[in-house]
């Protein structure tokens, strides 16, 4: 359509709407309300981030198979930390039950690991080697604990170590020398503390070697219901785990007041709560609150903005009544087309009001001053139309086409956004042309002409002296332009792309602050690739094989609680089992630490000095035995025994009795539940998957029997390079792989392809469109240059305040290029009209003025945001939006000035013929 063709439609569409102004108005009133309302019945809110994707995706295979069989992986960690460790124990029980009592939002709660089948085969996951040196050390021990009865105390003990190595010939205390060493270690720790000291037994050691911790604590009181707790940094914090069966915000609400309810009973923890569903939730509360906050707060400044500009309330009220109309019908237009907003999308009313409000200005700057000229409304319109509307149509095309170039792009919520902000940019166009001159019209109808009523004069005049005096230093202001691009560029230059999604949100989060504890104690991040075995064979293969890697730290698999069964560990337990079936399990339960006193602590004596005695005649023979181990088992026990004698020598009667009673007491117990432990350990018992408790179960085997791996990685991977290490080897290993890791890296990376191939299409559109209205390539790069230098200035200010691109305010590049043609099209529109250079002493430089203004007003408004994202895209929005409008007003003014003087003087000639032609066209 040439210009002269657009000319007369826009006029003929004025006059129609301000010819039947109650249906026009009343029409678009209805048509916002009902746009509202089916908003308000369909419309949802997406806070899935694999929503963002298209279902073609090149991972979306591998993501639905691991769904199908593992549909709910997703879990809510709870981390408890302060107090000690009875006390958060006893918090995460009471939360545990809190949350049962609401089985339809919760379920698989994972307080803890309850495991009473270990009790039956525990030494089956020692190395075969060890699991053959136990049953040693049990056989050289079984003759001593054979002989122990229930009436025995500590000083048969020592008789029995004193007498058991003379049975043979060639007997020895060598193999009791890492017994009776450890035995006497602890006696010393009793001594020291007068027999109030924590107990440490000594037969973990003795007997397990390398895993003498973990076996230990298998060998407690409580061997039918073995329990661990979830813990992170070495035990000083805890965790709960569970699952929601809807993730909404309901859910949510009803899990945050339980969590506050069961911390009024203990106020001394501090409680967090995170995971994948919290995060994104919280996420979307947080962006979809400031943007909200932001639309409310930039329409308010928009409007006292503009009021302030014109004086007066009416006519700026019409203009943002309109943008308010184009609002709504978007979201009527949002809720059909798509159904649903999104964590990109939520924003798009706050683009529409910094955009679509500089119609509405420039229509009305104009009208304003081509009222002054004629006094009569309908004429004024009619002169506003013809000599700005195919400024605002091509300047809204512009954004508009801009905004549907991002519609084509790959990522399926970069191309919402492109469709929904593109279509809401000609929305606000049809507003502005067809619904604010119908109200205009009808305020207006019977104005008369007061100079009063104009853009006040006095201000207008000062603007356009002080442009005036800006001109005739045009030179100057080129140079000093050149000398900030070459100042700038260290800063400019060093913007890049941030990944990381955590950054994007409001730090002050509940659940951001617990995620970031969690990576740094080391913890369950909820961030972890995923994989499925068919079988346990296979689980164990895929677990060795990722483990292997340097990225990876561990792999969770619950076939690690399945034992592989083979015939010489077997045949160990069998051994084990014939020599323990027979011994006692009420070894010293008739003692006290009370019965230590009188004549048995002279028995104790004695015993002491008939294992010295029998150590001394062999301790020659045992330091020249040919053994290594034997040698420093020796020396260990010689010194540990000279220590502790030495320090019994310094303790009256009472502290002695106090000393070795509390030994003699902890001692036997513990060697009751060791001797109870070996002889539950069962060769036949084999584990079957029913035993495992059902939290268990749920997190561990899918819909059809598949096993799922849970891969943890070693460092940070909410940082790009970790993280691409970190997927890039796992996937390398097992290709099936699949999870947060995988998904997040493959959508960042899309997502800013996507952006950057929109961007480059979205260019290339508009570039068209200006060569097909000024008909110019220099005119067309002359409107491309606020754009460039407003673009570099917002880089400047990244670079400045060390903000980078992130996907959430990538999308702004975009928005710029709309913004930033729109103010150099009227501009250059203007030169070309009047052949000069200035723009203030008429309504095209007020009214982009007001434009850009209101722009970083609507826009500014998002910077004061909590979520870092939405924060963002505020500032280089608002940034960028500064940039261009300097560029247009000022430095492209400058530039035509000192460039095509001589042009402009010729069209200035040629600007009275137009003039001609508008008076005819509106006769």
């Known amino acids: 359509m040439s210009e002269r063709a657009m000319d007369r439609a826009l006029l003929a569409t004025s006059r129609v709407c301000r010819r039947h102004s109650a249906l026009v108005i009343g029409s678009a009133i209805l048509l916002f309300f009902l746009s509202l309302g089916i908003a308000w019945k369909f ?25 199908e069989e593992f549909p709910h992986t997703e879990e809510v960690v709870v981390l408890v930390e302060g107090g000690d460790v009875k006390r958060r124990e006893a918090y995460v029980e009471h939360l545990a039950e809190l949350l049962r009592e609401h089985p339809d939002h919760f379920y698989a709660i994972f307080p803890k690991v309850e495991l009473p089948f270990l009790s039956k085969q525990a030494l089956m996951f020692l190395p075969e080697d060890e699991l053959k040196e136990l049953v040693d ?44 060493t450890g035995v006497f270690n602890e006696l010393e720790n009793q001594v020291d503390t007068r027999g109030r000291g924590p107990y440490r ?108 500009s014109f004086r007066q309330v009416a006519r700026p009220f019409a203009a943002i009544f309109c943008l308010a109309l184009s609002v709504g019908w978007t979201v009527g237009f949002t809720t059909l087309a798509i159904g649903h907003l999104n964590l990109l999308t939520i924003s798009f009313a706050t683009i529409l009001i910094g955009l679509g409000i500089d119609f509405g200005i420039h229509l009305l700057f104009r009208y304003e ?31 508009a086409t801009a905004f549907w170039a991002v519609g084509f792009a790959d990522f399926k919520g970069v191309s919402e956004i492109g469709i929904i902000a593109g279509t809401g940019v000609m929305f606000c166009l049809l507003a502005t042309l067809t619904v604010l001159p119908a109200l205009v019209a009808r305020m207006d109808c019977n104005r008369a002409f007061e100079p009063g009523d104009a853009i006040p004069l006095g201000s207008r005049i000062l603007m356009a002296q002080a442009e005036a005096k800006l001109l005739r230093r045009s030179p100057w202001i080129l140079a000093l332009t050149a000398v900030f691009v070459f100042y700038a560029w260290p800063l ?100 006290s630490p009370d019965t230590l006193s009188g004549s048995k602590l002279r028995e104790v004596g004695e015993g002491f000095e008939s294992l010295n005695s029998l150590f001394e005649s062999e301790k020659s023979s045992l330091l020249k035995h040919p053994d290594e181990k034997v040698r420093e088992a020796t020396r260990n026990f010689q010194a540990q025994m000279e220590e502790l004698f030495q320090k019994m020598s310094k303790l009256g009667p009472g502290a002695i009795e106090d000393s070795l009673g509390g030994f003699q007491s902890a001692f036997f117990r513990d060697l009751n539940q060791m001797v109870e432990f070996l002889k539950l350990q069962d060769p036949d018992y084999h584990l079957k998957i029913s035993d495992l408790p059902e939290n268990l179960r749920l997190r561990s085997f899918g819909e059809t029997g598949k096993i799922l791996l849970r891969v943890y990685p070693k460092d940070n991977i909410w940082e790009r390079e970790p993280l691409a290490r970190f997927v890039k080897q796992v996937r390398e290993a097992d290709p099936e792989s699949i999870g947060a890791p995988a998904m997040i890296l493959h959508h960042t990376s899309i997502l800013k392809k996507a952006f950057e191939t929109s961007g480059m299409y979205a260019l290339a559109a508009v570039v068209v469109i200006l060569l097909l209205y000024f008909r110019s390539v220099r005119w067309t790069l002359l409107a491309l240059f606020p754009l460039a230098l407003g673009v570099y200035f917002m880089l400047y200010v990244m670079g400045a ?81 500064t940039g261009i409008l300097i560029s247009a007003l000022i430095v492209l003014p400058a530039l035509l000035n000192v460039f095509l003087k001589k042009e402009l003087a010729q069209k200035s000639s040629a600007s009275e013929a137009e003039e001609d032609y508008t008076e005819a066209m509106t006769a």
């Open 137 to 180: 050390s049990v056989e050289r021990a079984r003759p001593f604990l054979k002989n122990l009865g229930s009436e025995s105390g500590l000083e048969g003990l020592l008789v029995e170590f004193s007498q058991e190595p003379g049975q043979t010939e060639d007997a020895t205390l060598a193999p009791y020398l890492p017994i009776l």
């Open 492 to 591: 400019a230059s060093s913007v890049s792309f941030d990944y990381n999604l955590l950054r994007l949100q409001d730090p002050t989060l509940q659940s951001v602050q617990t995620e970031l504890s969690l990576i740094n104690k080391g913890g369950n991040t909820v961030l972890y690739a995923v994989t499925m075995a068919d079988d346990m064979a296979q689980a164990r293969r895929k677990k060795e094989q990722l483990e292997k890697l340097t990225t990876v730290a561990r792999v969770d698999v619950i076939s690690d609680l399945f034992p592989q069964l083979n015939p010489e560990k077997l045949a160990s337990l069998r051994r084990l089992r014939g020599l323990v079936e027979d011994l006692q399990t009420e070894l010293g339960s008739d003692q």
């Open 369 to 399: 001053e081509e009222f002054q000229k004629c006094g009569d409304t309908d004429v004024a319109l009619d002169q506003a139309l013809l000599l700005t509307g195919s400024d605002i149509v091509i300047g809204a095309l512009s954004t």
């Open 201 to 308: 037994s000594p037969w973990g050691k003795v007997f397990f070697s390398e895993n003498a911790d973990e076996m230990q604590d298998a060998t407690g009181s409580q061997q039918d219901s073995l329990t661990a707790y979830h813990t992170v940094d070495e035990g000083r914090a805890h965790l709960l785990l569970f699952r929601m069966k809807n993730p909404g915000q309901e859910a949510i609400e009803i899990m945050r007041a339980v969590v506050k309810k069961a911390g009024k009973t203990y106020p001394d923890l501090a409680v967090g709560v995170t995971g994948e569903w919290i995060l994104e939730y919280d996420e979307m509360q947080s962006s979809e609150r400031d943007s909200h906050r932001s639309a409310v707060l930039s329409l308010i400044l928009v409007a006292v903005l503009f009021s302030i």
């Open 801 to 881: 305040y060390n903000v980078h691109f992130n996907p959430a305010n990538f999308m702004g590049l975009p928005l710029l290029l709309g913004i930033g043609l729109d103010f150099g099209i009227h501009v250059l529109h203007r030169v070309q009209s009047d052949g000069r250079a200035n723009m203030f002493d008429h309504s095209t430089g007020p009214a982009t003025a007001v434009s850009g203004l209101t722009t970083i007003c609507g826009f500014g408004t998002l910077a004061l945001g909590g979520h870092q994202g939405v924060a963002s895209l505020g500032l280089i929005l608002a940034s960028g939006v």
């Open 43 to 67: 419309l949802e809110f997406n806070t899935d981030r694999d929503a963002l994707i298209g279902s073609n995706d090149a991972l979306f295979d591998v993501q639905s198979r691991f769904l």
